[in-house]
Nanobody, 115 residues
Framework: QVHLVESGGGLVQAGGSLRLSCAAS????????LGWYRQALGKQRELVAI???????NYADSVKGRFAISRDNAKNTVYLEMNSLKPEDTAVYYC?????????WGQGTQVTVSS
C-alpha cells in the first residue's frame, strides 16, 4: 500500500507559478510511474504529467511547455513545477502512483488561478 501526500497548492494570479510536491510512503524506486492528474469542477479527471523510474515523461498537450514534472527517488517525492498558469488550470490536483500493477491516489490539493 502506497500512501501519497500532496502539498503546494493554493491561489495564484494568471501568469504566476506554483510548485506541487507529493511524498510517497515507500521507496520511489519501487514505483514504476509517478504523476499528476487534475479534476476541474464538473469535469472528468485528466492526466497532467507522468514520469517513469527511468525519467521518461509524458504531458498533456494543454500543459506542454509550461509544466515540468520531476522525481527525487532519494526523497521518495515527485514534483510538478507549474509556470504561466491560466484560469483553466484551476482544479484539484491529484498525485498518482503505479506500483506492481496497482494504482494509488493522493487526497488532492486545490490549485486556483485567478484572472
Amino acid at each position: 500500500q502506497v500512501h501519497l501526500v500532496e502539498s503546494g497548492g493554493g491561489l495564484v494570479q494568471a501568469g504566476g507559478s506554483l510548485r506541487l510536491s507529493c511524498a510517497a510512503s515507500e521507496s520511489a524506486v519501487s514505483i514504476a510511474v509517478l504523476g499528476w492528474y487534475r479534476q476541474a469542477l464538473g469535469k472528468q479527471r485528466e492526466l497532467v504529467a507522468i514520469i517513469t523510474t527511468a525519467g521518461t515523461t509524458n504531458y498533456a498537450d494543454s500543459v506542454k511547455g509550461r509544466f515540468a514534472i520531476s522525481r527525487d527517488n532519494a526523497k521518495n517525492t515527485v514534483y510538478l513545477e507549474m509556470n504561466s498558469l491560466k484560469p483553466e488550470d484551476t482544479a484539484v490536483y491529484y498525485c498518482y502512483a503505479l506500483q506492481r500493477f496497482r494504482t494509488y491516489w493522493g487526497q488532492g490539493t486545490q490549485v486556483t488561478v485567478s484572472s
